[in-house]
């Protein structure tokens, strides 16, 4: 090569330098940052993946940051269900003692009496109380709107989801076929009706779906006497009579197949008709009969086509988004003109919207109905739990029958409404925060993945930069000795 001033080898060692210095700068950039996108031009397509995955998991965060949100709220609500459902136990006691009234006296079922009327009073306290952030969650005002519905028809709906859907649902139920009680006949009549007389002493165990009795029926009462004793314990079982022209006829208290009748004679059970006296006619047709288990029938609704679940009067519904309960009214639910129906309306407003993900049609919202005592209870026109107050028409001191059917009905539909939002809080939204808990962490992953420094592969190529530098930088000095080389020529 020939030797002149233009030092060709001092140019290609500067720009050997400027490239390995480059390296090197790169190297320490990702192994301080930790990041091996730094800049657009170290992976162009990386860093737009990145950019795209990132987007998504801030989105993914926020929605589980709207879950555990949402998680917090409902677990506030299911806290003071739980205290409403044990006070309705406690009234259900005070309730169950007094029906006993000939082992209490007058003050002991008025103190009875002033118990439940503060724990009314503490339902109603929770009820106007419980809140999250200045919301009140079960008071009424986050309960799905309705329409339509009617005392003859559809009664006590409660709607407890609806669809994302911006338009009403009209809904149209229709009874394929009528509810039925449990029936059975205690004993059929051959002679006149004022001439029915028991003979001797009857023992008869009847037993329903609230239990069991034994009846003692004593030598000599009318028809009219007998129904009155089986009525008599009509709380304890479940089975009430009845004084028909003919015969006296037992039913259940409740419609559906869970209601039963089951008559079994201990002793006697001889039922003389012939004769205005307890003296036995010698004929069976009229006795006592035992039967074995008599049920109920179920009503059966649907709604828009839909077969719906049915326990007795009670219709549950779920499709489409809808899930919602209502008891029938007896007049239309014991019909027996199939093809009736009644049309009522979910309206789409109403209710306490929650995102479970990272889009709109992720979105689900549930009722919650009030829980306040005036609200509970009453299906069908019968007592309110509101009405256990004193003075009101199931006053222990007056109707105890109508207190004890209340509690029971208020009781039911607390642990219906505590079992939906608890089945939403765990298969809902627990799911979906297990879910976008998983997501996150993939999404870290991957962006780990495409983005961060292999700390020992960076070290490692540093190492080799810096080597080259060095070695570059004394190459350079070499080279620079060609100037002086043509010095010494001259």
Same mark, same amino acid.
């Given at each position: 090569m020939a030797l002149t001033i233009t030092n060709s080898n001092t140019l290609q060692?500067?720009? %050997?330098?400027?490239?390995?210095?480059? &390296?090197q700068r790169s190297s320490l950039l990702q192994l301080s940052t930790g990041k091996r996108i730094n800049t657009g031009k170290d992976d162009p397509a990386g860093l737009i993946a990145i950019s795209n995955l990132a987007a998504e998991r801030i989105a993914v965060q926020g929605a589980l940051?709207? *879950?555990?949100? =949402?998680?917090?709220?409902?677990?506030?609500?299911?806290?003071? %269900?739980?205290?409403?459902?044990?006070?309705?136990?406690e009234i259900s006691t005070l309730v169950s003692a007094s029906t006993s009234s000939a082992n209490l006296s007058d003050s002991e %079922? +008025? &103190?009875?009496?002033?118990? !439940?009327?503060? /724990?009314?009073?503490?339902?109603?306290r929770i009820v106007n109380t419980t809140n999250f952030n200045g919301k009140k969650l079960i008071d009424g005002s986050l309960a799905i709107d309705t329409s339509g519905t009617s005392t003859t028809?559809?009664?006590?709906?409660?709607v407890f989801s609806r669809s994302n859907a911006t338009t009403d649902s009209v809904l149209t139920a229709t009874r394929v076929a009528s509810a039925q009680l449990a029936t059975a006949t205690f004993s059929t009549m051959t002679g006149v009706a004022a001439t029915?007389? =028991?003979?001797?002493?009857?023992?008869?165990?009847?037993?329903?779906?609230?239990?069991? +009795? =034994?009846?003692?029926?004593?030598?000599g009462l009318t028809q009219t006497?007998?129904?009155?004793? !089986? *009525? +008599?314990a009509k709380d304890q079982t479940g089975v009430s009579a009845l004084q028909n022209a003919t015969s006296i006829g037992l039913n259940s208290t409740t419609f559906g197949k869970d209601a039963f009748i089951s008559v079994n004679v201990l002793s006697g059970g001889i039922v003389n008709s012939s004769y205005t006296t307890a003296t036995t006619d010698g004929?069976? &047709?009229?006795? /006592?009969?035992?039967? =074995?288990?008599n049920a109920g029938v179920d009503a059966n609704i649907t709604i828009n086509g839909q077969q719906t679940g049915a326990d007795g009067l009670d219709i549950s519904y779920s499709a489409n988004g809808l899930s919602l309960e209502f008891t029938l009214a007896q007049a239309f639910g014991e019909g027996n003109t199939a093809g009736t129906t009644a049309v009522f309306t979910v309206l789409a407003s109403g209710g306490a919207t929650y995102q479970l993900g990272t889009n709109s049609s992720t979105r689900r919202t549930i009722g919650i109905d009030s829980l306040a005592a005036f609200n509970l209870a009453g299906s069908n026109g019968t007592v309110r739990l509101s009405e256990l107050r004193a003075g009101g028409a199931a006053d222990l001191r007056t109707n105890t029958e109508g207190a004890f059917s209340a509690v029971k009905e208020a009781i039911q539909q607390v642990a219906s409404t505590r079992g939906r939002i608890g089945g939403f809080q765990k298969f809902q939204v627990g799911s979906a925060i297990k879910s976008l808990q998983a997501a996150d962490a993939a999404l870290g992953d991957a962006v780990s993945a495409i983005g961060d420094t292999d700390f020992a592969a960076a070290t490692a190529r540093l190492n080799s930069q810096t080597v080259l530098v060095q070695s570059t930088i004394q190459l350079l000095g070499i080279a620079n000795q060609q100037a002086s080389q043509i010095l010494s020529l001259l």
């Open positions: 060692l500067l720009r %050997i330098l400027n490239q390995n210095a480059e &390296a940051t709207n *879950n555990q949100r =949402t998680d917090s709220i409902l677990s506030v609500a299911d806290s003071s %269900i739980t205290e409403i459902s044990n006070l309705l136990n %079922i +008025a &103190a009875n009496q002033s118990q !439940i009327d503060d /724990a009314l009073d503490a339902i109603d028809t559809v009664n006590n709906l409660r029915v007389r =028991t003979s001797g002493t009857t023992l008869v165990s009847i037993k329903g779906s609230l239990g069991t +009795a =034994t009846i003692t029926l004593t030598s006497q007998v129904v009155t004793a !089986i *009525n +008599a004929s069976t &047709a009229n006795d /006592a009969q035992i039967t =074995t288990k």
